[in-house]
């Protein structure tokens, strides 16, 4: 069963600064490795999705990258904003099924 | 619909009781996914459709749990005898089908269950 952790679980950063989300992951027969928001009382917005063949993907801010062989991703958002305040969830797939993580709770203080 | 819609938005039961939940996923979406949301913790699977099928129903939790699709579009998820440890936020999602090689899914705002 593939097992998905986040770290940290909670993060508060002053605005401007560089956010790096982690993400771990056990079994690395991925499709593909997807990282979402969640704002409160809403549903998941998909951010960026990175095939199992990629290594990073782009965004404007956000940057994702993939190293399967060691199961980790990771999420880096280049000057913060308070905007980007939320919840974010890192799921891997395999066929029709995710499996999240417990989510990161960022923080941006204005 | 434009977006994933999940009906109602808050329902609080008292134990025992049955509930149902609504998902009308995004017209065209054959695939549509139910999740569960506990506090703190990450996102269960529970159920996915094809169509109206579900191959894969390993994620209900016990036999309270049910779900069912019909034409293809409209899914209801039904918990009976509601337990306290049922609360929690379902969220269904859609996608344009099955296979998440490319595949996106569409999530709804989710239905938040608090079971007293």
């Known amino acids: 069963k593939q097992e998905v952790t986040q770290i940290p679980a909670a993060l508060s950063v002053p605005e401007g600064e560089n956010l790096v989300l982690n993400c771990s992951f056990t079994d690395s027969a991925i499709y593909n490795l997807q990282w979402f928001r969640q704002d409160p009382g809403k549903g998941l917005t998909s951010l960026l999705l990175i095939q199992s063949s990629q290594r990073e993907q782009t965004s404007g801010r956000l940057n994702a990258s993939l190293d399967k062989s060691s199961g980790r991703s990771t999420l880096y958002i280049a000057a913060s904003q308070p905007g980007d305040s939320a919840t974010y969830l890192c799921?891997?797939?395999?066929?029709?099924?995710?499996?999240f993580g417990a989510g990161t709770t960022v923080t941006v203080r204005a | 619909g434009a977006g994933v819609s999940q009906s109602p938005s808050n329902k609080v039961t008292e134990k025992g009781k049955d509930v149902e939940l609504r998902c009308d996923p995004i017209s065209g979406h054959t695939a549509l996914y139910w999740y569960r949301q506990s506090l703190g913790q990450g996102l269960e699977f529970l159920i996915y459709?094809?169509?109206?099928?579900?191959?894969?129903k390993s994620g209900l939790p016990s036999d309270r749990f049910s779900a069912e699709r019909t034409g293809g579009s409209v899914s209801t998820l039904t918990i009976q005898r509601t337990q306290q440890e049922d609360s929690a936020v379902y969220l269904c999602a859609s996608s344009l089908s099955a296979g998440l090689r490319a595949n996106v899914l569409t999530f709804g705002a989710g239905s938040r269950l608090t079971v007293l």
């Open positions: 799921a891997s797939s395999n066929d029709y099924k995710l499996s």
């Open positions: 459709f094809q169509g109206n099928s579900a191959p894969d």
